[in-house]
T-cell receptor
Framework: NAGVTQTPKFQVLKTGQSMTLQCAQDMNHEYMSWYRQDPGMGLRLIHYSVGAGITDQGEVPNGYNVSRSTTEDFPLRLLSAAPSQTSVYFC????????????FGSGTRLTVV | DQQVKQNSPSLSVQEGRISILNCDYTNSMFDYFLWYKKYPAEGPTFLISISSIKDKNEDGRFTVFLNKSAKHLSLHIVPSQPGDSAVYFCAASHGGTSYGKLTFGQGTILTVHP
């Protein structure tokens, strides 16, 4: 049971480049979320999904797109990378009705130069 | 506007003593509170939680206290162990249409010295 898998673990992008951060879970969780962690800011919600085909914006969605075509996968796309998007990104999933049941991936450290 | 605040960026304690981590919130709609522990290069892991209808919840060495009137919660670790050294995040959630979205505090770095 792998839990929540994020790839890549590290990435360096040039300003203006695009990329997709991958997130996959094998627990059949309906709810999936993307957070970014910045020093002094804690974790902030970017986008979330309550099931396949349903996504919504979180606290800091600008510059990011998501889609949820399957229960297992929830990729995060950076459309045109900016230095302000340098951060550590965490994907999380949980079953419905269990707020305490979030499982987090190990994170993707992204640097935009 | 930071709805969940952890005003102490760091805390240092001796092994065997009590660690007290604090968290304040401003949104009275929050009805569930959680503490997460995070080691370097890993994702946060759930530690303990409390519903707004309670004022205390214990799990082994970890106890969370909730003071709704003060919009304040705290995490007590007794006795503290070197393995407890990590970043601790307070998080809050509210029901309704929020689907259990979590709002996190900034985190407190706990260092337990042997």
């Amino acid at each position: 049971n792998a839990g929540v898998t994020q790839t890549p673990k590290f990435q360096v992008l040039k300003t203006g480049q695009s990329m997709t951060l991958q997130c996959a879970q094998d627990m059949n969780h309906e709810y999936m979320s993307w957070y970014r962690q910045d020093p002094g800011m804690g974790l902030r919600l970017i986008h979330y999904s309550v099931g396949a085909g349903i996504t919504d914006q979180g606290e800091v969605p600008n510059g990011y797109n998501v889609s949820r075509s399957t229960t297992e996968d929830f990729p995060l796309r950076l459309l045109s990378a900016a230095p302000s998007q340098t951060s550590v990104y965490f994907c999380a999933s949980r079953p419905p009705g269990q707020v305490r049941g979030y499982t987090f991936g190990s994170g993707t450290r992204l640097t935009v130069v | 506007d930071q709805q969940v605040k952890q005003n102490s960026p760091s805390l240092s304690v001796q092994e065997g003593r009590i660690s007290i981590l604090n968290c304040d919130y401003t949104n009275s709609m929050f009805d569930y509170f959680l503490w997460y522990k995070k080691y370097p290069a890993e994702g946060p892991t759930f530690l303990i939680s409390i519903s707004s209808i309670k004022d205390k919840n214990e799990d082994g060495r970890f106890t969370v206290f909730l003071n709704k009137s003060a919009k304040h919660l705290s995490l007590h670790i007794v006795p503290s162990q070197p393995g407890d050294s990590a970043v601790y995040f307070c998080a809050a959630s509210h029901g309704g249409t929020s689907y259990g979205k979590l709002t996190f505090g900034q985190g407190t770095i706990l260092t337990v010295h042997p």
